[in-house]
């Protein structure tokens, strides 16, 4: 009888913490989540944004504006797949990457989101104060755009993404060029979705 109501136990602590495994949990969006062939996803957009600023920060670019620490408008970053990817996710990380590396000032008064708006406000009142104009002189824009490629053989898909950001002078004697550019490609394979933990 002993023997039955252990067995009868361990199995019911099985079913129970199995059954548990599927109920809403945190996991960091870092290492874990779903994992689909066809979307972008929040490690996809993390990994690509890290990777290109890294770059850009330890190529020595930065130090080719007139001034230390340059001052960096965020551009046009265009989305050219067909998975509706949250740019603001993109740009709110760049921004807090390049503003925490205390290597370059970003312009938050330029474009058309939520933070821009409540700097140009600032700004207009500051003119409207001292009567003077304020120009804001940028040294640089990062722009963006992502791509997407997709294949596929029998039952498996692939899609690629590829990630590319450039950065253009906008002041002195490089004004106008190109000071530095990465593409940074994440493929996906399989069957279907998937989780990873």
């Not at 913490?17 to 993390?46: E, K, W």
């Not at 503003?99 to 207009?124: D, M, W, Y």
Request: with cysteine; glycine share 8%.
């Amino acid at each position: 009888m002993n023997l039955h109501k252990t067995v009868l136990s361990v199995v019911v602590a099985v079913c129970v913490g199995g059954c548990a495994s599927t109920d809403a949990q945190r996991i960091d969006p870092g290492v874990q989540g779903i994992v689909r062939v066809g979307d972008v996803d929040i490690r996809d957009i993390n990994e690509a944004r890290t990777v290109a600023l890294e770059s850009l920060l330890s190529t020595g670019a930065l130090a080719k504006a007139p001034k230390s620490p340059p001052i960096i408008r965020i551009g046009t970053f265009t989305n050219n797949t067909s998975t509706k990817i949250p740019m603001a996710m993109v740009l709110d990380g760049i921004e807090e990457q390049l503003t925490n590396s205390g290597q370059a000032i970003v312009n938050t008064s330029a474009g058309a989101n939520p933070e821009a708006r409540i700097a140009q406000e600032k700004l207009r009142r500051k003119q409207l104060e001292t009567g003077e104009s304020v120009e804001i002189a940028d040294d640089f824009e990062l722009t963006g755009r992502i791509e997407q490629a997709k294949s596929s053989a029998g039952d498996v898909r692939q899609t690629t993404y590829q990630f590319s950001f450039a950065l253009t002078a906008l002041s002195g004697d490089m004004a106008g060029q190109q000071v530095w550019k990465k593409a940074h490609p994440i493929s996906k394979a399989g069957k279907k979705s998937a989780v990873s933990f």
